[in-house]
């Protein structure tokens, strides 16, 4: 039930989001079956049940109605090696919202419990935060191919070649030792590898996927560390996201992140996504596990 993104990470990713519908199986939840994409360790990259679940609640949910938020707790690591099965209960079905519950399942245990609410269009009272200003633009970053793509490390080499999304870092990349400013800030220009299908919910999906892969590094970086360092054990514990306007996955989108806590072993980010224009499209925010060697 595994697919090797090595050859094609886009079209990996789009078979991952095509989830099947269970044999038409249904109890109190409607059921489907998704596919899980390799990665060098042995656990399911999270984002990739956040998109999965995604896709599964909007798939009972009128086209017109819009998955606009979704709250979101990883309870158990995935195994790559089993299918996820995805469990959604029509929670409520109102005038202009509906809302779903999703549990996603590996051998009778949930490793996922998920929220969320769709809306439909509506006209009313407008505003957002600022795009950062001075910028760089994406065309004048090094990709991750380019800066990691000659290391023989199997997880550089996963993050070049076997992401489905073009990512050019604006602040360091923190896979190896780095020497830059202790700040609690990141940001990266994220894109699909390649055009997406134009239905609206891949696109959606496919920036809740990305969502997940920078959330905790403003938390390391602000503490000068790196993910390659032996010892350190990270998790995500939970994840939350709006989407405000919306925007293509496989156009140039501007991920920015901070952190404002760290304590206990946890540590809270919050993400914003622009456009190239400076339209403000997504939120996220996240706390991580965060266990150090030093600390054990």
Known sequence: MTMDPTQDPVGALIRMLDLADGGGARTTEDIFVGRTITTPRARVYGGQVLAQASMAAMRTVDPDRAIHSLHAYFLRGGDIELPITFGVE????????SARRIH???????ILSMI??????????EHQDEMPQDVPDPESL????????ALNIPEARAQAFERPFDMRYITEPLFLPWQGP???YNAVWVKALAPLPDDPAIHRAALAYVSDYTMME?????HGRSWGERGMNVASLDHAMWWHRYARAD???????????????RGLAIGKMFTR???LIATTVQEGMMRLPEFH
Do not use: C, M
Request: aromatic share 10%; charged share 25%.
């Open 90 to 97: 029509r929670v409520r079905d109102g005038r202009s919202f």
């Open 182 to 184: 202790h700040d609690s």
């Open 251 to 265: 156009e140039w989108i501007l991920y920015t992140q901070t952190s404002p806590n760290a304590s206990s072993a």
């Open 104 to 110: 996603a399942y590996q051998e009778g245990k949930t």
């Open 116 to 125: 969320a609410s769709f809306q439909e269009p509506a006209q009313g009272l």
């Open 142 to 149: 090094p990709s991750l191919r380019e800066t990691f793509g």
């Open 218 to 222: 403003p938390i390391l970086r602000r």
């Open 277 to 279: 224009d400076g339209t």
